[in-house]
Structure formats: C-alpha cells, structure tokens
C-alpha cells in the first residue's frame, strides 16, 4: 500500500465511523431543524469522497518523512512527552517540570550540555515559571495528587 | 480628523493615563508573544485592578493589554513558528519560513507595522462610521450569516490549491472536529465518546499548541537539523518602503475583512487572520510562494487580526454587543463602573467613548515603537541553543494549554494533535484549511440550522434575500476562480514536468 493508499484509507475510514455515529444522533426537536447529525454527516461524506479521490490518485516520487535514526528519536520524544504529562498529573509542575526538563535538555545538547548547568537551567526555569504563573499572573499549574 | 485630534489630545494631556496605556500595552505585549497566554486572558486578569480606577483609567490600562496583546502574537509566530494567540495563527505560514531564511528582523518589522496600521486603520474607521456599519449589521439575519460563513469556507479551496482533495479533507476534517461537544440549539452530544471534558469541543488553544509547537519540537529533534544563520541587523524600517505600495491593495482587502470580521459578534482575530492570508493567496501572482516566507502572508494576517480590534469595538460601543471575547470583557468593565455601552453611551459619557478612540491609537502608537525598539533584542531568542531554548517552549505549550481551561484533559488533546499535525505532514495535507474548518463549521451550522429554522425548511431566502444572494455569488466565483487557477497550475507543473 503506498502512501496516497493508506491517506485515502484513513481518511474514507473517519469518514465512515463519523458517519455511522451521527446516524445514532437525536432526531430534531424544533421543527423544520435539520437537526444535530446535518451537519457531520455533510462532512463526513465529503470526508469519504476526499479518501477515495486520494486513494486513487497516481502516486509521485516521495522523500521518506524521517529517517530510521529520526524515528528513533521521534519514539524517545514521544516517550518523553507521556512520561511529562502523566508526571505533570501525578506529581505536579514543581517536581515533574525539572525532571523532564534535565532528561530534556541532556537528550536534544549532548555532548554539548553539561550537567550543573543543565541542573541549574532546570531549576530556574521551572522556579521562575511557576512564581511568574502561579504567583504573580494567578494561573493554575497542575499541582498533582498531592 | 478633528475628532481623533481632540480624542488623542485628551489622552496625552494626561500623565497616568499615558503610563497605564503604556504598562497595558507592554503586559499585552508579553501575553501576546507567549504562547498559550491571550489578550483576553490578559484583560480578564487586569479587570479588578479597574475596580479602584476611574472608568477612564481602567479602559486605558484595559485598550493597552488588548491591543497588545493581539499586535505581540506575532513575535512567537515569527521567531519560534508557534502562534502567541488564535489571532496569529496565518502569520506563523510565512513569518516562520521567512525567520528561518535568516530574515526574523524582516518578519518582525512587516508584522509590526501591519499590526500598526491595521489598529489605528480600524480606530479611524471606529471614530467616523461605526453607526453606518451597526445599522447595516443590525439587519442581518442567520441567512445572511449562513451565507457569509459559507463564502469564507471557500476559501478552503484557495489555501488547497496545490493538493486539492487533500485540502479539501483537510477541511472537513476541521468541520468534523469542530461538531465535537454540545450541538447546537438542540444541546444534543456529538462524538464525545463519554468523555466530559469533550463536551465542552475541543480547546483551540491546546489544538493549535500541539500542531504548532510540539509537533515542531518533536520533529527539529528528530530530523535533527543545524540551526539557521540569522541576521540581526536592523536597517530603516526593516523592509523597502516600496513594500507597502507593492502590497497596498493587499493591505486594504486584508484591513476591510478584519474590520468586519472583527465587527460580526462572536467572531474576531483568530477567524480573521485565516480569511485575510486565503484572500491574500488566492488574489496573488504567485501563490506557490505562500507558506515559503511570502511577505504577503504576513501583511495579510497581521493587517487584518488588528484591524478586527478596531472592527470588534463598533457593536461593543454603538450597540453594546461585544464582538469578540476581548470586548466582551470590557463590556463588563464599564458596566461595573455603571455605564451601559449603546448609543446612549455616546450621548451621555462623550467624554469616555473619545478617551477610548484615543486610547486605542495611543495604543497602536506604543505597541509600534516597543516592537521597534525590541528589534533588535527578539530576534537574539533564535541563537540561543536549541538544546535550552526548545525544553522551555515545551514546558511553556503545557502550561499554556492547561491555562486556559484549567482541564489537564488538554494535556492529552495537545498530545493528540502533534501526532494529527505529524500525520497530516506526512500525507501532504495541509494545516490552514483544517483550523479554517474548525473554527468556520460550528458558526454555519448554527446560523443555517437556525435560518432553515425560520424559513421553515425552504432554503429560497437563501436566493431572495438580497445580501444573501450576492453573498452566495461570491462564494460560487471564488469556488469556480478556484478551480480555473487550480487547473492552470495543474497545467504549469505538467508542463515543467514534461
């Protein structure tokens, strides 16, 4: 399956469970409303029609997206970017924001990064975060399960 | 001229009101440039300090942060290709490419005088046909409003030009993300698969967080790519002077849909600034340069989210109906003070509703030159190294999208949409239609169900209705242009091809 294949694939598949999932939506209750799965259900056959015009499109000369090295790396980011939001919900921004950001800035500057600066970079950037949030804008940050 | 004259020689006669406009504007400026912090956000925390101001003081401090805050989203779309608010979206097409050919002081000069013009453009227009523009408006009906957000989702086939199935999916996939929440008029679940944070639709700010800064983080890491060469130097304006006259006719379309854009209640900035860039792109002699650093791009949208400033305060001031979330804010400022915005207002606080026209072109005035003087210093953002300056952004996106709603469902929904916007990379679709979708297709759906509502099911106002009529003729032309340029470009690359 080429790429245009699998796009066209994707996109006719959201087409057709949006579409199977308005036809369950509530009739109208104001008269002459068209009612709540109109509209969806208008997007998502012209969803449907884009997938298969995609599908059957020639496909050109394509350059791979990343490399196998650029994917590795996209998995640690990603990685890295789950492990944040579940320690931002489970320990809070004080004790989450540091640690993610010393793995951070040692995984994206090595050999460049050294490690009490990047302590020290870890610190005052989720000090001065937080105080300029929290303290002086009175913006919420997630204080986790404590 | 005479009454902005006297409305500006109001304000500077004033000392504190020139330092609370000048704090405002510089508070507007920083909530404007961080992202996931907005003008409203901005003004709704500054709104109890007005408490113990005079309404005249507080609108000042208020203008200030509002205008700032709208002008300073272009800073952060230029320099690091993250919009600083909804209102800045478009500008991160070109700007971003344009910092990235080493040009960031260019980018930085076009959007600040654009921002510039558009405010104190849409300040003159508020000043001198403000009620000519509320009377006109006062007679438009959901079948008017269907049909106007039909011709701007047109425009989706314009920004889809090079690619256009995948555009148009692209767009429709905005719709369908868009119909996520609470239906409207019948208050009926859509697609929220149990989840209660859903019902509220998806969060825009966590949505363009995630397209914009974190999938651009994810994939600067991965691809892993050396940093550009910038140049820093600042010479005159930071751009030809013979610009402006080249884009003039782009200036003046891109003001005229900001300041209407601006004026229709419930739309603002952030819907403005995708029409004007699609107008921009479709009207232009080379369109296959947009999304490559066009400076078009860039007077388009920055001309046009400022110009809606001006646009959003005519119904607040002569009808008392905010039109965007901004104004609404400062509806409630001045209410508190006792005062009701509406034609009363000019009649029996003139002294306050010339305050607030001066207000806002002593606001321009101040955003232009602190952008000017910070030339030279914002620019400095892009040689810090990525290794300190992208783990900032990353933990800045965060703390953005949980800001706004205070959900850390948002979290996910950020993560969610650097995947989708990765995704969408990959397979060519391009991003602008899908946001023009998302924002466009709940504001249709609501005005054609309530106009089909009306008209009980007959779609024929939509033909008879004057305004309507014209207004569907101009979708069918942009939608037929469209096609016949598509053709042509079609026909270009088969002949370079060959």
């Known amino acids: 399956m080429n790429r245009n294949q699998l796009t066209g694939s994707l996109l006719t598949l959201i087409g057709v469970a949006a579409l199977i999932i308005a036809k369950d939506l509530s009739a109208p209750v104001i008269e002459y409303d068209p009612g709540p799965r109109f509209f969806p259900s208008i997007a998502a056959v012209g969803l449907i029609l884009c997938g298969i015009a995609i599908f059957i499109q020639p496909q050109g000369r394509i350059e791979p997206f990343l490399t196998p090295r650029g994917w590795r790396r996209m998995g640690q980011m990603a990685a890295l970017l789950i492990c944040y939001t579940l320690g931002l919900l489970y320990l809070g921004f004080l004790i989450a924001t540091p640690i993610a950001l010393y793995i951070v800035i040692r995984m994206m500057g090595q050999p460049k990064s050294k490690y009490l600066t990047t302590i020290v970079v870890s610190l005052a950037v989720t000090f001065v975060t937080h105080y300029v949030f929290q303290e002086l804008l009175m913006v919420l940050l997630p204080s986790g399960l404590w | ?498």
């Open chain 2, 1 to 498: 001229m005479l009454v902005l004259a006297q409305a500006l020689q109001m304000v500077i006669q004033q000392p504190f009101m020139m330092v609370l406009v000048l704090m405002g504007a510089v508070i507007g400026l920083v909530f404007g440039a961080i992202p996931g912090l907005t003008a409203t956000t901005g003004v709704a925390l500054a709104l109890p300090l007005t408490f113990a101001l005079n309404p005249e003081m507080g609108m000042a401090l208020l203008i200030g942060i509002y205008v700032g805050g709208i002008s300073g989203g272009f800073i952060a779309a230029t320099l690091l290709g993250i919009p600083g608010t909804p209102a800045s979206i478009a500008t991160c097409f070109d700007a971003y490419p344009l910092s990235q050919q080493g040009q960031p002081v260019k980018a930085l000069a076009i959007g600040a005088t654009a921002s510039f013009m558009g405010t104190l453009g849409s300040t003159i227009c508020l000043v001198y046909i403000a009620p000519i523009i509320a009377n006109i408006a006062l007679k438009l009906s959901p079948f008017e409003y269907s049909t106007l957000m039909f011709c701007a989702l047109t425009l989706i086939a314009t920004l889809a030009r090079e690619e256009p199935f995948r555009g148009l999916a692209s767009g429709f996939l905005g719709i369908l993300l868009g119909s996520i929440g609470i239906a409207p008029i019948g208050s009926t679940l859509r697609f929220t698969f149990g989840l209660v944070p859903l019902s509220a639709g998806l969060n825009l700010l966590a949505m363009i967080l995630g397209i914009f800064a974190i999938k651009q983080i994810s994939v600067d890491y991965a691809e892993d790519k050396p940093i550009p060469l910038v140049d820093l130097e600042v010479k005159g304006l930071g751009f030809r002077l013979g610009e402006i006259v080249d884009n003039a006719w782009n200036i003046v379309r891109s003001f005229l849909i900001g300041l209407w854009i601006g004026f229709l209640p419930g739309m603002g900035a952030g819907l403005a600034n995708l029409i004007a860039y699609a107008q921009a792109k479709s009207s232009s002699k080379h369109p296959e340069k947009f999304g490559k650093g066009a400076p078009e791009g860039i007077w388009a949208s920055e001309v046009s989210n400022n110009a809606a400033i001006g646009g959003a305060m005519i119904p607040m001031l002569t009808l008392g109906i905010p039109g965007d979330s901004v104004t609404a804010l400062l509806l409630g400022g001045l209410m508190i003070h006792g005062l009701i915005p509406g034609p009363l207002l000019y009649i029996k606080q003139p002294r306050l509703v010339n305050s607030i026209f001066g207000l806002l072109a002593i606001s321009a005035v101040i955003c232009l030159v602190l952008c000017y003087l910070g030339m030279r210093l914002f620019p400095r953002v892009l040689t810090i190294p990525r290794h300190y300056l992208y783990p900032v952004l990353m933990v800045l996106s965060f703390v953005g999208s949980f800001a706004s709603n205070n959900y850390s469902f948002d979290f996910w929904i950020m993560l969610l949409f650097a995947l989708v916007g990765m995704l969408m990379d990959m397979a060519k679709m391009p991003m602008s239609p899908m946001i023009l979708g998302f924002i466009l297709g709940p504001m249709l759906e609501e005005n054609l169900r309530r106009a089909l509502t009306y008209s009980a099911g007959s779609w024929l106002p939509f033909i008879t209705r004057p305004v309507s009529a014209v207004l569907l003729a101009i979708a069918v032309f942009s939608l037929v242009n469209s096609v016949i340029k598509m053709r042509r470009h079609q026909a270009l690359q088969a002949g370079k091809s060959a």
